[in-house]
């Protein structure tokens, strides 16, 4: 099994050839291979497009559902690296929520979300990205670090109520939080 796992990973990690990286993908679910990592260096080859990507992601969420939250992750994080082009950032607010639903408790999706806020242009993504984080936040545990972020970006979008708003959250929200 391991001179399999280290043929597929170099599979992953060096092959420019869809067919290949598919042939290995396949042979790895054949041999239920549930680790995340390996999959994440096949997510991460360049040779994908972005519906490649999805598709190996959501066949991955279905065949290993304990790796959900960091396989939404990562796939946010690859099409991140993208969003000069508008259905990649889709990809990556995708993602990041998808996360946020498979791990309500964590703060780290929506942080990442706050991230994609385009500071320039005005979007309706920044709408979207705004909504997400502002109805997922009551089932955060560590709300003020989302409320901080939220300060921040409302202070560079020059909106100072909104700015404070959230300051004033941020530190209320730090009396309850665990330490």
Request: proline letters at 3%; charged letters at 25%; glycine letters at 2%.
């Amino acid at each position: 099994m391991d001179e399999s796992i280290k043929r597929i990973e170099f599979v992953f990690r060096n092959s420019i050839s869809q067919d290949e990286l598919f042939d290995a993908f396949r042979e790895a679910i054949i041999l239920k291979i549930n680790d995340a990592t390996l999959y994440k260096i096949l997510l991460a080859n360049p040779a994908l497009n972005k519906d490649e990507i999805k598709l190996y992601t959501e066949k991955l969420l279905k065949e290993i559902p304990g790796s959900t939250y960091q396989l939404c992750m990562w796939t946010a994080k690859v099409f991140e690296n993208h969003v000069e082009d508008y259905e990649q950032l889709e990809h990556a607010i995708l993602y990041y929520t998808k996360a946020c639903y498979h791990n309500p408790g964590s703060h780290e999706p929506y942080l990442d979300l706050i991230k994609l806020y385009n500071l320039d242009i005005e979007l309706p993504s920044n709408k979207k990205i705004l909504q997400i984080v502002e109805s997922g936040t009551s089932s955060v545990i560590y709300k003020s670090k989302i409320y901080f972020a939220l300060s921040d970006l409302f202070k560079k979008i020059n909106d100072l109520n909104g700015a404070s708003k959230y300051l004033a959250l941020a530190n209320k929200a730090l009396e309850t939080e665990p330490d």
